[in-house]
């Protein structure tokens, strides 16, 4: 029931005799940008979340997508979805927290998703949002942003269970390699991932111009742009995962505010939302998405590292805390 309010799909959800699989329910922004408190609004979706339940083996519910017209709009949006995410785990049904890959770390969200109002979904918003749902049924690219309801019983569109996958990219990400951050390796220091790559790749290939100037480069932007003159050989495919997990695992050893944000990925997919056919996802969403394996490994590192130094049941968190600091 895409576009309908609160109401109309209360109404419907009481008068109907159909009882559904699964039921998705997408809160949207207007809402939000309304005169109503953020209490009155998640009352509205709490009585809404119950009456779908009545009706549906499954409740799904997916967070307030971000607008960026006006920011107070935008903070009461994180701040009903905050509130959505209690009450979903408070009645039991589940929450697809669409944030994790609409918005960067910082709460910016991504400019990309929305078409130039801010408001609206661009298309490859669209396809995020699919991506978040994994729904393989037509989606409008510019549906407006009230709420709906997705509902299915005896002849639904195919659905499967919400794909959790983090997908991040550019310098306002952490995962990224194009994130600003100090990092010494291979004897030299850079100020992100991206540039020790590929000044390495430039002075093995014997470009060492290109190597300065990417050590003069403002930006990692930049340094991408100037490995674009780097013609490779046919050893360096050989070696570049090998190169790449060594300056990732610098970074993982270096940079504090990445090696969080990995360990908070938790048991996610990992992608890197690129064009980049080994690198990334590629253009069609069919890349091998080589950063995002070789980051779930170093996740991995950590997990263990975590599980080794995890305390043992006869000592307390604590005491090991204190020995560690006196070490």
């Known amino acids: 029931m895409p576009g309908k309010g609160i109401s109309d799909i ?11 699989k699964r039921v998705y329910v997408g809160p949207g922004s207007n809402d939000c940008a309304s005169d109503k408190s953020t209490r009155e609004i998640l009352e509205d979706y709490t009585k809404l979340i119950s009456e779908a339940k009545l009706n549906a083996e499954n409740v799904v519910v ?20 905050s509130g959505l995410k209690k009450v979903t785990t408070e009645t039991g049904v589940t929450f697809v927290d669409n944030d994790a890959n609409f918005r960067y770390s910082n709460g910016t969200y991504d400019e990309e998703l929305l078409l130039p109002d801010k408001i609206h979904l661009s298309l490859k918003g669209v396809r995020r949002l699919i991506s978040n749902l994994d729904i393989s049924t037509k989606v409008r690219p510019r549906g407006d942003k009230s709420s709906s309801v997705t509902c299915e019983g005896q002849s639904p569109p195919k659905l499967n269970p919400p ?4 997908l991040f990219k550019q310098e306002n990400d952490e995962l990224s390699n194009f994130f600003r951050c100090e990092l010494q390796v291979f004897d030299k220091k850079y100020d992100s991932a991206e540039a020790a790559y590929q000044h ?10 290109i190597a300065q100037d990417i050590l003069d480069a403002e930006n990692a932007n930049d340094v991408k742009t100037l490995s674009h003159r780097i013609t490779t050989n046919r050893e360096w495919p050989k070696k570049k995962i090998e190169v ?5 695992t610098a970074k993982l050893e270096q940079c504090e505010p990445f090696r969080n944000r990995l360990a908070k990925t938790g048991t996610m997919g990992l992608i890197e939302d690129t064009p980049h056919e080994f690198w990334g996802r ?9 950063m995002g394996v070789l980051l779930m490994k170093l996740r991995e590192k950590i997990i263990a590292r975590r599980q080794k130094d995890r305390p043992s049941h006869t000592r307390s968190y604590s005491a090991v805390a204190a020995q560690s600091q006196t070490a």
Request: proline share 2%.
């Open 200 to 209: 390495f790749k430039a002075l093995d290939h014997g470009c060492h111009n």
């Open 163 to 166: 794909r959790k996958s983090v």
């Open 244 to 248: 790449m997990m060594q300056v990732l």
């Open 62 to 81: 997916t967070s307030i997508l971000p607008r960026g017209d006006t920011e107070t709009v935008d903070t009461k949006i994180r701040e009903v979805n």
């Open 282 to 290: 590629g253009s069609l969403g069919k890349g091998d998405n080589m």
């Open 10 to 20: 209360q109404s419907h959800l009481n008068t109907t005799q159909e009882r559904y």
